[in-house]
């Protein structure tokens, strides 16, 4: 009987086991990696991984192995040339490395090739002292994902042998109330649930993506995070999911593994062609100017995009401040 794969509960390395253990000065050297607009951060984790497990067991039943990410990885800058060298030249290359993902932040130029803690702020002992510099600062790019989680799908829409109709009609759905990305040319990347439900003889109910873009102009997390939850607000639902835009979160970018059955779907990712290959997007200016779409206006973008999503504001308030 195949079993699911063991996964460990991994415990943080002591500071001092710290991959390199950067020496001296680098340990604390604040200096960013040199920068692109273009570029896309790549890691590389130590030994766990960054994609799920699908096993099929004598019941035939599906049994799932979450990832087993370690607590270190190494990063390194890719540089992409338009929506269709950053589909064919990284992001399809990246479906079959399952120990390796993305994070939209930029590193530190003193971790580049070196496996370190994915830290974005800096950390403190209990007595207050300092022992790690944040390793990802937020920086404009131009590759922005689109993370759609467990949107529902209409009866019948939903075909393992043609996975892309699912898709297309997801887009319609959204475009309804971001028509920003109307006519854009996309990558598409379906999650690793994705086939799973036919494969246990139901119905397909629900359907999570990612849907990757190249802006006209480069944007940082905070900006798309805002653009992301004014959309999720005038919708009334949960059009996109904001986590992917901090610095230093994982996007999984890995096809998940499968034991015991063939994965359900030929092709997990293909791109949608459009009329235009870069998107426009109206975003809040992160140096604090005004920012006005559909009836909604942030007199300091800067102050409120900082205040979304924590305890004391939450998501509404900032999102509906001087509307």
Known sequence: MLKPPVRSHRQPPPIEALG????????TDRTLAPYHQDDLCVIEDQEGLLAKTHVLDDDDEIETA????????????????????????LLKPLEQHQRMAVVFGQPRKAVIG???????DDQHDDAGELIGIGNYT????????FDIDKSL?????WNADLPQRAIRHLLGEIRKHAPELEGVTCHVHHSSSAGL?????????????????VTSKPITGKQLKAWMLVKNAEAGLKLFDPAPTTPNQVLY??????????????????LIEGERDTLDLDVPDDTGQAF??????????????????????GFHDPIIHHA
């Open 20 to 27: 390199d253990g950067l020496p001296g000065e680098a340990a």
């Open 66 to 89: 979450d990832f087993d990410q370690s607590f270190l990885s190494r990063p390194s800058l890719h540089r992409h040339h338009g929506i269709r060298d950053l589909s064919e030249r």
């Open 114 to 120: 070196r496996f370190y803690r994915r830290w974005k």
């Open 138 to 145: 937020g920086v404009p790019r131009t590759a922005r994902c």
């Open 153 to 157: 799908l209409p009866p019948g829409q």
């Open 197 to 213: 439900d036919e494969l246990c003889g139901e119905a397909c109910r629900k359907i999570s993506a990612h849907l990757w873009f």
């Open 253 to 270: 970018t890995a096809n998940p593994c499968f034991e015991g059955v063939d994965d359900p779907l030929y092709d997990r990712s293909f």
């Open 292 to 313: 006005v779409s559909t009836g909604t206006h942030y007199e300091n973008a800067g102050k409120w995009l900082d205040l979304m999503g924590t305890s004391e504001h």
